[in-house]
Structures are given as C-alpha cells and as structure tokens.
C-alpha cells in the first residue's frame, strides 16, 4: 500500500465511516477476480459509497492524491473490465450500495435507477407497474444497471430494442474531478452540442462514475410463445428469421445454438434435456410476445410461421413450450452455454459482429478456418444472430495444461480470429466491452483516427489516469505519487 493511498483510506474513513471503507482482505479477496477467473488483481481497499454526494467526495480526494479507482459492479465483466491492476496501485470503487430505483414513471414509460441496482430487481419492480425493461441476459441476477450501461451492454432483446445505449435516456455521474453531471432529465430533444450521456455509455468507467441512469421501458408482456427449432445451417437459420420478421412485428429474440454447445449444456447442467427428439446441427431459440390482451396469440404466430417453414424444408422440427416453465427450461439452455464451457475446460472467448447477412457464412468458415490452422481445437458460435452479433469460442485440445495453453496457444488464435472478423467488415467487440482482454487488439486493428479520438476524449476528462486504469484505451502511465 502506497503512502497516498492510506493517506486517502483514513481521510475516506474519516469522512465517510467503517461502513464505506473495506480492508479486510477476505472481504476483498472475492473481487479482485474476473467472471472467467482469467484476471487476477490486487487492492488495499473497496470504497462503498452510498450516494452520488459519497461518490463525488471519493473521486474529488482520489484526484488529489493521485490514487486511481476501479469502478465496480456486479463483477460480471467478460472482459477482465472491473479487476483492478495486480500491481495493487487501483483501489475499487464499488457501487453496490448505491441499490435504489429512484423513480418509476409508467405513463412517460421511464425510470430512474442507481448504479448499483441489480437487473432482475428492476425487472421485478417495473413489472408490478405493468411495465418492462427491455433487456436481459445470463448474469441479470448479478449484473447491475450502472455496469450494463458503462459496458452498452446487450443481450437476447437487442434484436427489437437496441443495445442499452438505445435504452438510456438519462445519466447521472461522477467526472474525474469529483464534479457531478446530471443529466438524468429524459429529453427529446437537446442541442447543446457533445452528447455527454451517450459519451459515457459505453466507456467502461475511463470518463467517469455513472451513478444513476433513467432508463426507457415498454409494455409489459400480456402472453407470449417460446420456440425451439431445429435447422439445417445458420444459413437456414437467418431465412426463417427474414420470414418471421416479414410476416409479424411480434419477433423479440432470436437466438442461435449449435448442436455441440447445447450438448456441453445437457452434461453440464442437471436435469437438462434436448427440446426435439432428433438430432440437429443447429438449433434456433425463439421469442414471440403480445402487449395487449386483443392482440392474436403470439403462440398461434408462431405455429402457423413454423408450420409453413417445416413444409417448406427451412426447418426439420420445432417445438412450442407448453408452459412458461417449459418456456424457462428452453431459455436457461440457453444461458447456461458459457457456464457449461467453462466447466468443459480451457477456451477463448470473442465476443464479436460482422454484417448480419454475413454472419452465416462466417460461422462455418472462421470455425473451419480456426480448427485447421489450430489443430485439436474445436471453434464454434453461437448467441444474437438477428444483430450480427456471436460468440465465437474456440475450446482447446483435451487433455491439455490450461495455464500452457492460454500462454502459448491462446495468445495466437485471438489475433487470427480477430483478423478474420475484420476482414469480414467487423467489431472484434459487439457488446461486452474492450476492457484490458482486448486493449492491445483495439490499438493493433484500429484506424489512427479512432485510436487518436479515443486518446484525446481520454486526456481531455482524465488527464491523471485515475479512472479504471488499463482499460479500452492505451497510453503510456501516468506517474504516481509513491
């Protein structure tokens, strides 16, 4: 611990109490690892503000002493974007107590929520108001809405309602010099220049703290019809879903499984099963929904669409849930294919975009490609294929040393692929984030223009370098009190 920081700790604990202040390092310890348990860091502290005024004070004595901050979440970054630096030179900034929704607005269908709020609690409190937050993922157990924006995160519904930068219409935060923006107020129209709010969204905690956010909502769901579908080809795959969105306005997610990520789930996950009886190369995850009690039935929609695509040889099987149960079982297949991985053994993960009526072509050939250049290795994708957006992970040979793997052949296969995805017309990142696991790919495969504005907007707010040091933009160190 360096002699700014436990000048800084005792001033914070002065100022704000034991209660915001944490040293003990068994309290500590679980947030110094990344979701994947890829980074390790290292902190004397976590700071644990309980307002924006907390916050404000927090960054404010942090600035004077140089002291960098890791703003922090639900720690479900995939990126390695919430581990502090290991040298121990961050302390984190966690939002967690920052938990109230501030306000809920049904008629003007918005809403105002902390940082620290988690996402199902805001799914939860916006239904009883028969409204909805229209967007969902894996981790919305863990993840919070403050992380979610700072990461424009997005996730199964982006297909309808945009990643979260479409879903902000307001943010509140924390500048590096302690100075607080309020831009909370949902306008529909400002003109006064930069959009300040959308500059943070986005940026990963680089520019600063958001602290709250006013968030769109939509009608809630009155009914809807979840369907599992069995297709020949990702090719076959975007067909249907062309068909399906000619046809209704009712499509909301439209997910793509390959049969062998769906397998690791069924042995990974107790009590799992196969939706259909056959086997299937590829399996399609869809979503239909009403808002309004006289609306035709989202599932009777969805029957006749996959009645004609199975006559039409665009689909092999489906099956409709019978029951929101059945519904969830389907879903939780679906959101349980990176845990299953994860258990499987070592992998690389990319989270990645390439044109949409491109994306089936590129699934079968970056995977073909990866798996002849990298022998042994088992290259797949699977996630968002309305949006462009896939994961696409490569698994390593069996029986291999993890450690040695992603020291010697992981390091190869993220540049190959990313230059696939380039050469495609891609983003070597779709929705979670640069982080520090692609900081250096960033800086290899971007234009000097980009690199050069994100340099300048960087320095221009932050020019210590006290904000989530080591992540989404690369420059040289700032120099640090000792």
Known sequence: MTAAQTSLIETLKDRLGSKAVITDGNDIAPWLVDWRGRYHGAAAAILAPATTADVAMIVAAAAEAGVPLVPQGGNTSMVGGATPPSDGSALILSLRRMNRIRHIDAGANLAVAEAG???????????????????????????????????????????????????????????????????????????????????????????????????????????????????????????????????????????????????????????????????????????????????????????????????????????????????????????????????????????????????????????????????????????????????FHVRAPKDVDAETWYAEQALLITPYVNDLVVAAGGSISAEHGIGQMKLHELERLSSPARLGMLRAIKLALDPGQIMNPGKLVALAPARRAP
Not at 215 to 241: C, K, T
Not at 348 to 376: C, K, L, N, T, Y
């Open 117 to 391: 709020v988690i996402l199902a609690d805001l799914h939860d409190a916006v239904h009883e108001q028969h409204r909805r937050f229209p967007l969902t993922l894996g981790a919305r157990g863990s993840a919070t809405i403050g992380g979610l924006a700072s990461t424009n995160a997005g996730g199964t519904q982006v297909l309808r309602f945009g990643t979260m930068r479409a879903l902000v219409a307001g943010v509140e935060a924390v500048l590096p010099d302690g100075s607080v923006h309020d831009g909370l107020t949902a306008l529909k129209k400002d003109n006064r220049g930069y959009d300040l709010n959308q500059l943070l969204v986005g940026a990963e905690g680089t520019l600063g703290v958001i602290t709250a956010v006013t968030l769109r909502l939509v009608a809630d769901v009155s009914a809807r019809a979840v369907a599992w579908v069995g297709v020949a080809s990702p090719a076959d795959a975007l067909a249907l879903l062309r068909r399906m969105e000619a046809a209704t306005d009712c499509i909301e997610s439209f997910e793509i499984v390959p049969d062998h990520s769906l397998q690791l789930v069924i042995d990974h996950l107790p009590g799992a099963r196969a939706p259909l009886a056959g086997p299937h190369p590829w399996h399609v995850l869809v979503e239909a929904v009403a808002t309004t009690a006289d609306a035709e039935s989202p599932a009777a929609i969805v029957e006749r669409l996959l009645t004609g695509a199975i006559g039409d040889g665009l689909v092999a099987d489906a099956v409709i849930a019978a029951s929101e149960a059945q519904a969830d079982a389907f879903w939780r297949l679906r959101d349980s294919i990176s845990a299953a991985e994860r258990a499987s053994g070592p992998a690389v993960q990319h989270d990645i975009s390439v044109p949409v009526a491109g994306m089936p072509g590129f699934m079968i050939a970056a995977a073909r490609a990866v798996e002849a250049r990298f022998p042994g290795t088992s290259a797949g994708a699977f996630g968002h294929l309305g949006d462009g957006n896939v994961h």
